[in-house]
């Protein structure tokens, strides 16, 4: 085809009520040169999309798209963190939201369009509300419609999220919080091309029901894409019909059809394809010929009908009723499972489906293992990472090892996403949880089996997960009259196929699904079909990974680190810590563990000696708790004063036992009782309205038999002889000397009292 030229656009404007707010699609004013650009607006979000296209490459055989997603952290008022304080390569957020723009938008294309075709779309402005990844999608929608580019039809994109039952569209950052759904549907106006979404375990039937009313969502803003390009002043789109069958592929398949059935027959991947390949080769010595100047075919124009005649006969067999590999359109490929594969890591599964198989890793660490993820929105942890590779030879290839790649980091997402329903919240189990799935041979659907391998390791490594998850890859074929939906498809179902409709959960409900199609989209009883042969596949699935391991193990690897937490007020954290770190660090330095404390108070307490974690978990409740009164103490005499002894309940804190309340009897002095350095139990008795603190030996002691003095006490005295005069005669009361005893400072560390000031004093009054 030609290249495509900017059109004389005048400026437009639409406005369309979308949930809680009105979406705003502008064009004609921003990135006139591009050959369509719109800016779309919704609350105090905005997102410019530009489309353009190149022009024809002789020889080329394949659609190259480029989706480029970008935010600017500028939109949100923030400095790209790092050392680098501008943007550079694209986060994991950019890179699922290009791929989920390309998926729904690639299909829409003619068969035969092979110009290369970019889009850019750039956050300019975020709320931290609503988020900007669909208003990106529509507007790459919007660009190409409004542009000459030849797409064929315009798409609607929503979110759906549900707060307490109810289904929400285009739902605030605040309202997911609460949300038990976050789907994302894009379709045009006759069917959905795209989905992806997660979820709390739905059922089947209340998941298509969201995805119907995410559909006729989509039907509202294809109106307003529509009437963008009238008010732009643009005439209808025409684009010309495909280009037909060219004649070779007729002729391959009318001289070669039959042969090449039988070969497509053969079970097995590299069997199958070897007979194929080798076919190929006679099919081109035939019409290349050797030592001919000018044939009149060349070696690319027999690749493309051989292609050609490949996808032909694929289809021809699936739609008879039967498949390549012999199996029926529900059957599952043999599943094998086994854990605990490798031995120092702390969790690990091999899981298998016919020629798929993934290695699952899991690995526990502390709160310091935590990812920190920094973007449009505030900074937040995550406990729970999968990460997914692929590498060539596990499809029998040789190719250079690059860092991960989109596909890679989509079925990683894919997969976590999946399994983070079941992970139990961190107040049951404390750890950072890290899957790391290695694809050591793939033929179909190997984000699946890192879902199914996932759940496996998870168990192995003994996280108390909520249930297992399995999943399933459902495939389609399709054509005027019929269509064939497939069970576990293997490669070439996927790539000859319309549709790769992946679902995961457990046996409740779903928890990750994704559709991709080749096709212009697929209709209610497609997918709500698929949902359900999806749903038999998966329970299956689960009943061979519950026999290889029925639950999570009870215990954690002795090579991964015990965790304990606790919580203590956010008040006492900066007691914990000490000055200059000086109480955290000692702790650690006399127990082994390594202590971590968050702004919440939550603290975890992690190391490989499980005796020294749990002496820190004490020794830091002990530190923060609250003094009560009624509370039993194991404490340590730190001073001894004529009128009582001070006794260390807590470190940092203490109390003063009065020589009083040291013992049941009578006490002449302090160290006729305790010494310096004493463990004695005490009891609090008091707490003064400036926390101090006052125990009590004694109460803890049994009273002393009738008739008994104790120490020399006020017992039976004896004759004292003459007692001097009447105490009228000796001044006044003692009750008018004022309170000889209290506390000053309370959780200072200590008491300012008289003498060396390190008790009480007298009142001077």
């Known amino acids: 085809m030609e290249r495509v030229t900017s059109v004389l656009v005048n400026p437009a404007r639409v406005e369309c009520l979308i949930g809680h707010e009105k979406i705003t699609l502008e064009t004609g004013i921003f990135a006139k040169q591009a050959h369509g650009s719109v800016l779309v607006r919704y609350g105090d979000t905005v997102v410019l999309v530009a489309a353009v296209s190149g022009g024809t490459i002789p020889g080329r055989d394949f659609f190259p798209l480029q989706v480029e997603y970008r935010e600017r952290t500028y939109a949100a008022g923030k400095f790209p963190g790092g050392f680098i304080k501008r943007e550079t390569r694209p986060s994991t957020k950019e890179t699922l939201t290009s791929r989920m723009i390309d998926r729904p938008t690639r299909p829409l294309f003619p068969v035969d369009y092979f110009n290369e075709v970019q889009i850019h779309a750039t956050v300019l402005s975020a709320d931290k509300e609503n988020d900007p990844d669909i208003l990106a999608m529509i507007g790459a929608s919007a660009a190409l419609h409004v542009s000459d580019i030849p797409f064929l039809k315009p798409y609607g994109a929503v979110r759906l999220g549900r707060v307490n039952g109810q289904l929400v569209v285009l739902p605030t950052s605040t309202q997911m919080e609460e949300s038990d759904l976050d789907l994302i549907v894009a379709g045009t106006k006759d069917a959905v091309c795209m989905i992806e979404g ?8 209340e998941m ?11 039907g509202l803003m294809i109106e307003a894409i529509e009437q963008l390009r009238t008010e732009a002043g643009l005439p209808p789109k025409v684009i010309a019909a495909a280009s037909p069958i060219g004649p070779l592929a007729e002729e391959l398949y009318q ?3 039959k042969e090449f059935r039988e070969r497509y027959l053969i079970k097995g991947k590299k ?32 690749s493309a009908a051989f292609g050609t005649l490949r996808e032909r006969i694929f289809r021809e067999i699936t739609l008879s009723g039967t498949r390549i590999d012999g199996r029926g359109p529900k059957d599952i490929r043999n599943v094998e499972c086994d854990v605990a594969v490798l031995p120092r890591t702390h969790g690990s599964a091999v899981f298998q489906r016919g020629e798929t198989q993934g290695l699952v890793v899991a690995t526990l660490g502390t709160i310091a293992d935590e990812q920190k993820i920094d973007g449009l929105f505030d900074e937040y942890s995550k406990k729970f990472m999968l990460d997914y590779n692929f590498p060539p030879y596990s499809v029998g290839e040789c190719k250079p090892i690059r860092a991960p790649g989109r596909r890679e980091i989509g079925h990683g997402m894919l997969a976590e996403r999946s ?13 950072t949880v890290r899957l790391v799935s290695e694809i050591l041979e793939s033929n179909g659907s190997s984000s699946m089996a890192s879902v199914c391998g996932g759940t496996l390791a998870l168990m192995d490594a003994g996280v108390p997960i909520k249930r297992p998850v399995a999943g399933i890859s459902v495939g389609l074929v399709m054509d005027k009259e019929a269509f064939t939906l497939l069970t576990d498809i293997q490669g070439d179902e996927d790539h000859y196929g319309d549709m790769d409709f992946k679902v ?57 680190p015990r965790m304990l937490t606790t919580k203590i007020s956010p008040e006492k954290i900066g007691l914990l810590i000490g000055p200059g770190g000086k109480n955290i660090r000692a702790l650690q330095e006399e127990t082994g563990a390594k202590i971590e404390v968050e702004d919440d108070g939550t603290v975890s307490i992690a190391g490989l000696d499980s005796a020294g974690v749990e002496e820190a978990k004490r020794r830091v409740e002990a530190l923060c708790a609250e003094i009560k009164v009624g509370a039993v103490y194991e404490g340590k005499v730190i001073s001894i004063k004529e009128f009582g002894a001070f006794i260390e309940i807590a470190p940092g804190r203490d109390g003063l036992c009065h020589i009083s309340e040291l013992d049941s009897g009578y006490v002449g002095r302090v160290d ?5 350095g004493d463990k004695v139990q005490v009891k609090v008795i008091a707490i003064d309205d400036q926390g101090r603190v006052k125990l009590s030996r004694k109460a803890l002691l049994p009273p002393p038999p009738p008739g008994e003095s104790g120490n020399a006490g006020p017992g039976d005295r004896g004759d004292r002889g003459d007692r001097g005069p009447p105490r009228d005669d000796r001044g006044p009361p003692r009750d008018d000397r004022g309170d000889r005893g209290g506390h000053r400072g309370g959780d200072r560390g200590g008491h300012r009292g008289g003498g060396d000031r390190g008790g009480y004093r007298r009142d001077r009054d």
Do not use: W
Request: one cysteine or more; a neutral charge; aromatic letters at 6%.
């Open 504 to 560: 995961a959960g457990t046996q409740k409900g779903v928890t990750g699904i994704q559709l991709d199609i080749k096709i212009d989209g697929v209709t209610e009883p497609i997918y709500r079909g698929a949902l359900e042969q999806a749903k038999e596949a998966r329970l299956s699935i689960l009943k061979t990974m519950l026999a290889t391991l029925s639950a999570p193990r009870k215990d954690i690897s002795p090579f991964a």
């Open 255 to 257: 001289k070669y059809g």
């Open 208 to 218: 298509g029901d969201a995805i119907l009313e995410a559909h006729r969502q989509c």
């Open 198 to 205: 997660f979820a709390r375990e739905i059922p089947e039937n």
């Open 271 to 302: 069997d199958r394809n070897t007979k194929l390949d080798e076919l190929k080769d006679e099919v081109k010595k035939a019409y290349v010929p050797e030592g001919v100047a000018e044939p009149k075919h060349t070696a690319g124009d027999v």
């Open 419 to 431: 399994l983070k329903a079941v992970i139990p919240p961190a107040s049951r189990f404390p750890y």
């Open 672 to 676: 006729d009782v305790v010494q310096i």
